[in-house]
């Protein structure tokens, strides 16, 4: 069979969208794509447009997987635009004049910004919002100016105008409407919403009509106000809505609608039974859908009808929740009770700046929508009631009020919820989808995220996402058991805390208080490392050597072979040649494996337990440390030579990397971290596979966060960029108390910010913005940590009573039998069927 | 018949933490929980190294445990038996604390 020729004009966010899906679904290899894309670069992300000036490149806002349409052989004709259609001949014509055939045509044009008819709107200066080309437009302007108008003070103008304060420019906002995002918000929630932007220093002007723009005195243009005031500014940026770009189809004789938009139906077909339209540009039912995922949604329905599966789109829900200017912000439904019977509840708190209110019908039974400015943490719980027409509570104001002493708790939990509801619109993963993924083996969030994709879009949904899965667990009997282990009913976090706030430093006291029984490995290495986070335990005082894991117990990895790693801190990786001889000297004496590992460290393998306390004896007296390679903890950074020598090196990353390394060593997580830094964007100390990776940057230093190599990698988040040194230390140094604080037990960073509700983003909150007013007592907690830093090796050779631990046997002073094998000139272990052979070398003769 | 031989002094045990002592050319796992002895082949049956002294105690129901230090399978240590795989076993000696003094039957 033939393939079928499907081309789709257009790379916007849908367009990408809908080639991802049709990539992921079941007659792929029946198909054949051709995709048109007249900008210079792949489908990006247009919802987080602003972020390109607080730091996010092109690059993080890319939709697309480096290699995603070579692998799956799709053709990309790039910086080249669709023109004309034959709809006889079913081809289509670029303007760089290919012309290929379709069996069916995907129109995916989007839309573009609709500037108002204003004299002067073309003036330098005079710029819109949409693309990438037209964030380095704003950035040239914004260099050399210092005021800035947004014109429409809607969701997408709210987002420009924080694209504009990110620049450091004198922010405006002017609306023709007497409110701020007039469609979504009522008179109340949108006066907070003005009153908290301009408190961020953005000014807002509402009912305000521009005549005229003209050229300024003190700035590069002047506006002009039908009131007659005028307002000085380098910048008018419009975001006055937006317009579908229809352009092409009503060229070719697709009928549009009376005020614009390719007609669909809804099977998102066009006027021409082989043309489908989706996204931005398509008209469906009069509406025009300025959201991505009625988008997602359209696509999703060409996908199943090429795979000759029925679907419809039949409208789409145009609820939004969105932080606008660290604001948060919930829009659901019918805000402003259009039927004139409905009836209304307000919440108004005026000292922690809360609107809420919700519309409900006469009866006061069902909910009609709802607006939400400052708290939007009831927008999921609302939009499920909304959508799945549920029935109110008797009194409905409840939805809405604080819930202060606790009880009552969610009047609607996930399993008041039917099984059609979505969850993720992101995605339009429903609660059906979750099941179904629970049913086929889903047990954590995780598994959820990477088998449906819901919550990996906005992330709004998580925590709704995460209630219906745990919800389904218990259902199935699989109990959503959170406690640590039999001993204790706690979570590592709260078993942190309760230390903490009890000052509990032993694991009688602990178990005594909170839990029950003699513990057990789980729980003693958690209390363990907690003591450690806590209070700099040390391993092998009495009360704490019960606590540890052997690796931590003894100072050392052991290897299969109950043999030890001996693995000094070298930090940054730099040694000096008198230091490399001692290594070599100790590693001959004591006939040790000698490598380079992983983390650019040398390590020593194979020594013998009673030998452990000479071995270190003679490298902390030539002024080695232990590296920690044993320890939940700090293992190294790593680190490209830098400056210094390289030719490409924008700063001195050797010198940073050795600070890094003193600053954190020794410091107790709940899972071993990696950090790394580079001198260049080359990156060759991979520091975006870390746990906290440095980048150079001709204005500082980029900081990488939460990355993992290993078994699962996962690139690390850029998390803030062009700091100075000490910033960046005190980003890492509340960061990583963040993390100590509130991981759980042997989570790395990476599955910590993936579990973290609110991601990244609140992350970034909490960590430099301070959102939880806890930035001081994290860092004042790890400067106490880093001032109590010992070498847990030094301490052994200065002290014979800890040094006792190390004896092979208890009433002799021989060491153990132990089996080895030469090999390139090195010892190794011994293999079982060597030592049956009787092959092996027996106890190693000291030279 | 094996005799119980002295071992080392209670001084020399850590609570709820082993130790490995040589009796009769064996390697022996001791282990102190709650003031009783306990004592265990050293050898791992399934790491193949003679490690379990350097394992983590604990109690898995009514069991006390010990965790094998590379694989973490749990040893009950009144059986000797393998809590996650009852065919797999190690060794179970008597042991006795008199007078301050550990005493194990090889």
Known sequence: MSK??????????????????????????????????????????????????????????????????????????????????????????????????????????????????????????????????DLEKIQAEADKGKVGVVVGGGLLGLEAAKALSDLGLETHVVEFAPRLMPVQLDDGGAALLKRKIENLGVRVHCSKATTIISEGETCQNKMVFADGETLETDIVLFSAGIRPRDDLAEKVGLTLGPRGGIL????????????????????????TYGLVAPGYAMAQVVVDQLNNKTATFEGADMSTKLKLMGVDVGSIGDPHGNDEDALSYVYENGPEEIYKKIVVTPDGKKLLG??????????????????????????????????????????FGPDALPESAQLCSCYDVSKGDIISAVESGCCTMADIKASTQAGTGCGGCIQLVNNVLNSELEKRGVEVNTDLCEHFAHTRQELYHICQVEEIKDFATLISKHGKGHGCDICKQTTGNIFSSLWNAY????????????????????????????????????????????????????????????????????????????????????????????????????????????????????????????????????????????????????????????????????????????????????????????????????????????????????????????????????????????????????????????????????????????????????????????????????????????????????? | MSEFQSVCSVNDLIPDAGVNALVNGQQVAVFYIDGKVYAIGNYDPVGKANVMSRGMTGNIGDALVVAAPLYKEHYNLATGVCIENDALSVPVYEAKIENDVVFVKV
């Open chain 1, 4 to 133: 079928q020729k499907i081309v789709v004009i257009g790379n916007g966010m849908v367009g990408h969208n809908f080639i991802e899906k049709l990539v992921a679904s079941e007659g792929n290899q029946n198909f054949e794509v051709h995709t048109f894309c007249e900008e210079p670069r792949v489908a990006y992300d247009r919802v987080y447009l602003s972020s390109y000036f607080s730091g996010k490149t092109a690059e993080d806002l890319s939709l697309v997987t480096p290699g995603f349409y070579e692998e799956n052989n799709i053709k990309i004709y790039m910086n080249d635009k669709a023109v004309d259609i034959d709809l006889k001949a079913k081809t289509v014509a670029s303007e760089a004049g290919i012309i290929i055939g379709y069996d069916k045509l995907v129109m995916a044009t989007g839309s573009y910004p609709f500037v108002p008819p204003i004299k002067g709107n073309d003036r330098p200066g005079c710029l819109v919002y949409r693309t990438i080309e």
């Open chain 1, 264 to 287: 669909i139906d809804n099977q998102c077909q066009t006027s021409d039974p082989d043309v489908f339209a989706i996204g931005e540009c398509a008209l469906h039912d009069g509406i």
């Open chain 1, 370 to 411: 709802a607006v939400l400015v400052g708290d939007a943490e009831d927008f999921s719980n609302l939009l499920q009631i909304m959508l799945n027409d549920m029935d109110l509570p008797e009194h409905p104001d409840a939805l809405i009020l604080p819930n202060r002493d606790g009880g009552g708790g969610d009047l």
């Open chain 1, 539 to 847: 391993a092998l005082e009495k009360d704490q050597i019960p606590l540890q894991d052997t690796n931590d117990g003894y100072l050392g990895n052991m290897q299969k072979d109950g043999t030890y790693s001996v693995i000094p801190r070298v930090p940054g990786g730099e040694i000096t040649p008198e230091k490399l001889i001692v290594l070599g000297e100790v590693a001959k004496k004591y006939k040790l494996y000698t490598k380079v590992n992983g983390g650019q460290r040398i390590v020593l393998f194979g020594a013998q337990i009673n030998d452990l306390p000479a071995i270190w004896k003679t490298l902390v007296e030539a002024g080695f440390e232990s590296g920690q390679a044993y320890a939940k903890a700090l293992r190294t950074v790593k680190s490209c030579v830098g400056s210094t020598w390289c030719r490409f090196g924008l700063d001195d990353s050797v010198t940073m990397a050795i600070e890094v390394e003193n600053r954190y060593k020794g410091l107790r997580s709940p899972h071993k971290m990696k950090m790394g830094v580079s001198g260049c964007t080359r990156e060759c100390a991979e520091a975006q596979a870390k746990d906290i990776g440095l980048i150079s940057t001709e204005n500082g230093w980029n900081l990488y966060v939460c990355g993992n190599g290993g078994m699962k990698p996962r690139h690390a988040d850029l998390f803030a960029t062009d700091l100075t040194k000490e910033e960046v230390f005190k980003y890492v140094d509340r960061l990583l108390m963040f993390y100590i604080k509130t991981a759980d037990r042997l989570q790395r960073t990476a599955t910590w910010l993936e579990n973290l509700e609110g991601g990244l983003a609140y992350l970034q909150d909490v960590v430099i913005n301070d959102s939880l007013n806890i930035a001081e007592e994290l860092e004042s907690q790890l400067q106490t940590l880093r001032e109590g830093y010992a070498c847990d090796w030094k301490r052994v050779v200065d002290n014979p009573e800890y040094a006792k631990r190390f004896r092979s046997f208890v009433n002799v002073d021989s060491p153990a039998e132990q089996l080895f094998v030469e090999e390139r000139g090195q010892l190794r272990p011994a293999t079982e069927d060597e030592k049956l052979k009787g092959i092996a070398v027996e106890v190693k003769e000291l030279v």
